[in-house]
């Protein structure tokens, strides 16, 4: 098999199986994710994994199309193809577990399991946001002054209605002073 | 194809270009949360379904994996015209978003070697930091009602950030110690006195 192939079915495994274990929202992928794409098949190192999960937060739609950019790294040879691949294993498999559920949802509707998984799953899912937190940090630049912006950032996030692109944003212009 | 005569008054027939056009229109221009309630806004305004079928929809689409978004798009696109509506609203919904992170990628490739840029984006990484750990107190503070709880996501932080258990794994192990806690205080808030 050529190695563009080989990559290519690798994106294309590696994402599909994020897809899918992506409840609540996706929010707990990115610690595997780093495990796959940094650790495992080291197809971006981890400060740009770090970049490219704040460029998904930076742009609109879901936080997790960055990985069409891992997909864009991991095949320098053709990109576009390894950005298409990427996207595709991101989404095509969760929605069509959407299309599907949505088929057979009646059924359910008078069920208490739905609220009993949603809300029995979320505590494993917080615990994987806030490895998470670990696992970006891995890809950011350590010191007093990054720690002191990634803590007001969280407070401002917590405590005012400033959005999240006008907070990185603002992160950003810190950082071309200081984080050079 | 003619229209359900049963289907309820409220139910208009868009055709599949207004479904992703509409989706489209929604994932290139809103952020984070605002996204929901504009996809409620055009839905209801369309008449293409009503808030109770919404409001189930976006249960699902919390529940099941995937971004929230993205699947509320594409339930409203399979309400309104079955399967090729789904189609048409995962379009919709994902090629925008695609489009404008691989230009925000080629401008990365491009310049992230020039120091100004360079720093732009350590900064940028450390506030993107800042909100994941808001994001993550938040939602713990959410929890704060039982104290299983709270072990679990200590327990769940620390196995997959030191000892990188597979996220298959933290789901099965930990959510389902959730789930049975969830079903056990369920059981007891019905059984009678």
């Given at each position: 098999m050529?190695?563009?192939?080989?990559?290519?079915?690798?994106?294309?495994?590696t994402?599909?199986?994020?897809?899918?274990?992506?409840?609540g929202?996706?929010?707990g992928i990115?610690?595997?994710?780093?495990?796959?794409?940094v650790?495992?098949?080291?197809w971006?190192?981890?400060?740009?994994?770090?970049?490219?999960y704040?460029i998904?937060?930076l742009v609109?739609?879901?936080?997790t199309?960055?990985?069409?950019?891992?997909?864009?790294?991991?095949?320098?040879?053709?990109?576009?193809l390894?950005a298409?691949?990427?996207?595709?294993?991101?989404f095509?498999p969760?929605s069509?577990?959407?299309?599907?559920?949505d088929?057979?949802?009646?059924?359910?509707e008078?069920?208490p399991?739905r609220?009993?998984?949603s809300?029995?799953l979320?505590?494993?899912i917080?615990?994987?946001?806030?490895?998470?937190?670990w696992?970006?940090s891995?890809?950011?630049?350590a010191?007093?002054?990054?720690?002191?912006?990634?803590?007001?950032?969280?407070?401002?996030?917590?405590?005012?209605?400033?959005?999240?692109?006008?907070?990185?944003?603002?992160s950003?212009?810190?950082g071309?002073?200081?984080?050079? | 194809?003619?229209?359900?005569a049963?289907?309820?008054?409220?139910?208009s027939r868009?055709s599949?270009l207004?479904?992703?056009?509409a989706?489209?229109a929604?994932?290139s221009?809103?952020?984070g949360?605002?996204?929901?309630a504009s996809?409620?806004?055009e839905?209801?305004?369309?008449?293409?379904?009503?808030?109770?079928?919404?409001?189930d929809?976006?249960?699902?689409?919390?529940v099941?994996?995937?971004?929230?978004?993205?699947?509320?798009a594409?339930y409203?696109?399979?309400?309104a015209?079955?399967i090729?509506?789904a189609?048409?609203?995962?379009?919709?919904?994902?090629?925008?978003?695609?489009v404008?992170v691989?230009?925000?990628?080629a401008?990365?490739?491009?310049?992230?070697?020039n120091?100004?840029?360079?720093?732009?984006?350590r900064?940028c990484a450390?506030g993107a930091?800042?909100?994941t750990?808001?994001?993550a107190?938040?939602?713990s503070?959410?929890e704060r009602?039982?104290?299983?709880?709270?072990?679990?996501?200590?327990?769940?932080?620390?196995?997959?950030?030191?000892?990188?258990?597979?996220?298959?794994l933290?789901?099965?192990?930990f959510?389902?110690?959730g789930?049975?806690?969830e079903?056990?205080r369920?059981?007891?808030?019905?059984?009678?006195?």
């Open positions: 050529n190695s563009t192939l080989s990559t290519a079915l690798h994106i294309l495994w994402f599909s199986q994020l897809s899918v274990l992506g409840f929202g996706g929010k990115i610690p595997q994710m780093h495990h796959d794409v650790d495992n098949y080291q971006i190192t981890s400060d740009q994994f770090a970049q490219f704040t998904g937060k609109p739609g879901p936080t199309i960055f990985a069409t950019l891992v997909g864009y790294a991991a095949m320098p040879g053709r990109p576009w390894g298409l691949i990427a996207t595709i294993g991101m095509v969760s069509i577990i959407m299309a599907v559920a088929i057979f949802w009646a059924r359910f008078k069920s399991w609220a009993i998984v809300h029995g979320a505590p494993a917080v615990g994987l946001v806030w490895s998470s937190v696992t970006i891995r890809g950011t630049p010191g007093l002054i990054p720690y002191a912006i990634t803590g007001l950032v969280a407070i401002l996030m917590l405590r005012t209605k400033l959005s999240a692109p006008v907070l990185i944003a603002a950003g212009v810190v071309i002073a200081v984080l050079r | 194809m003619s229209a359900d049963s289907a309820p008054a409220i139910q868009p599949l207004q479904v992703a056009l989706f489209a929604i994932s221009t809103a952020f949360g605002g996204q929901k996809i409620r806004h839905v209801i305004k369309r008449g293409w379904m009503d808030s109770d079928q919404f409001m929809g976006l249960e699902l689409a919390q099941l994996p995937g971004p929230n978004i993205l699947n509320l594409i409203c696109g399979q309400r015209r079955g090729p509506g189609i048409a609203a995962f379009l919709g919904a994902s090629v925008p978003p695609f404008i691989l230009i925000a990628g401008l990365y490739f491009k310049y992230a070697s120091p100004y840029v360079h720093g732009a984006l900064g450390v930091l800042g909100l750990l808001g994001n107190f938040e939602l503070w959410d009602d039982d104290w299983l709880k709270i072990v679990l996501i200590i327990f769940t932080a620390i196995v997959v950030s030191y000892f990188k258990m597979p996220l298959l933290v789901l099965v192990l959510g389902g110690i789930v049975a806690r079903y056990q369920a059981h007891k808030a019905q059984a009678p006195k």
